[in-house]
């Protein structure tokens, strides 16, 4: 038996006449380009008055950050353990990524180490729900208050999560997304979106990745072409309806996990009133080579998010951090291990990989 890291094929089974259907159906009507009807759906599902469907996730942090103005000179402050589009979309506006810490035991960005990067140049913070368990939304938005600063969520790893009974995305100016194939809502090649209650801001951002436009031949400003096409968008319309119950499989894989690991090694924390969305299954090991080898040798898919610290990758080596900085991150970047998450693992799989893990971590 092999247990997929991600199993799309098992999810595409599960859909596939759905799915098919949607996709013929695009190719009848040849709207290839927009995805008006997945937006609409996607904005109802969040909450948000509008949503602007873009390219990819990169794009979305990008675009919206963008569309709000931030550029050179200004600093926008993220959290140090994240995948590097988050502090990418940051850097193309132009602007400088601050990075902070994270707490220990959630993995999200520690409100508690927020107020010290906060300079005179400080535009935003860009809290990312990692893992698919929202950040600690409520000394954020208070410290963000407080210092006149905007907050667009990094929600690419959040699809449906809540924080004391509101959506992830709901709290900031902005919230941004990744429907990347890997992703709990994931599509058939790239794509993303920006959600929002701001007319004005998705008016931009839509302009932004549409030449600049939104009369044909009329271009306001110099944008680019980040758009959501239509076949990505039916995927997407299919996968939505879905959504809910495939989270409700994941809750309940790691709630089955938990229960075989708790006593072995270190597991995910849920944070009270949270609805951790479980986009990953991390746990802690002191002998993270030697288990990742023996779960290769069971079939076992397994990865690490994230290996290196951004402050210390080699991309933002002129911002001249340390990790001595980051103690927490780069503290568990040799510990952390994902195991195989998605909504088709069966109590069979699960106990497989538990079994391996209890056998090997020290
Ligand atoms: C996947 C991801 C992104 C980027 O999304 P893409 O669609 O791959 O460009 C941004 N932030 C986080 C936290 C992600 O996991």
Not at 102 to 108: I, L, S
Not at 158 to 172: N, V
Not at 210 to 220: A, E, I, L, P
Not at 289 to 314: F, N, R, S, W
Request: aromatic content about 8%.
């Amino acid at each position: 038996m092999k247990v997929q890291f991600v199993d799309l094929k098992a999810q595409y089974r599960s859909i596939k006449g759905e799915v098919d259907a949607a996709i013929g159906q695009v190719l009848e009507s040849c709207a290839f380009i927009n995805a008006r009807g997945f937006e609409a759906e996607f904005a109802a599902y969040t909450g948000a008055k509008h949503c602007v469907g873009v390219a990819n996730g990169t794009d979305a942090l990008f675009m919206a950050m963008k569309a709000l103005g931030f550029g050179p000179g200004d600093e926008v402050i993220t959290a140090a353990n994240t995948f590097i589009a988050t502090a990418e979309g940051i850097s193309w506006t132009g602007a400088t990524p601050v990075f902070v810490d994270c707490d220990p035991v959630t993995y999200t960005l520690d409100p508690a180490q927020l107020e010290a990067a906060i300079t005179p140049r400080t535009r935003a913070i860009v809290p990312v729900h990692l893992y698919g368990q929202p950040a600690d939304m409520d000394p954020i938005m208070a410290i963000a208050d407080k210092h006149d600063l905007l907050v667009v969520e990094d929600c690419a790893q959040s699809h449906g999560a809540t924080y004391k009974g509101k959506k992830a995305g709901s709290f900031g100016k902005a919230a941004c997304y990744s429907f990347y194939p890997g992703k709990n809502l994931g599509a058939y090649g790239d794509a993303g979106a920006v959600t929002t209650d701001d007319e004005a801001l998705a008016t931009d951002i839509r302009k932004l990745g549409d030449h600049g436009s939104n009369v044909k031949y009329r271009h306001d400003f110099v944008g680019a072409n980040s758009r959501l096409d239509g076949i990505q968008g039916a995927v997407l319309s299919v996968k939505l309806k879905h959504l809910d119950a495939w989270t409700d499989q994941r809750i309940a894989a790691a709630a089955a996990y938990n229960k075989a690991l708790k006593d072995v090694c270190v597991v995910p924390l849920t944070r009270a009133d949270t609805r951790h969305v479980f986009h990953l299954y991390v746990i802690q090991v002191n002998n993270r080579d030697e288990l990742m080898k023996a779960l290769g040798e069971a079939g076992v898919g397994c990865g690490i998010h994230y290996p290196v610290p951004l402050p210390v990758t080699p991309a933002y080596a002129d911002l001249g951090y340390e990790p001595a900085q980051f103690p927490v991150s780069c503290g568990i970047a040799d510990k952390i291990v994902s195991l195989p998450m998605h909504g088709d693992l069966t109590a069979e799989q699960i106990q497989l990989v538990a079994d391996v893990v209890r056998r090997v971590a020290k």
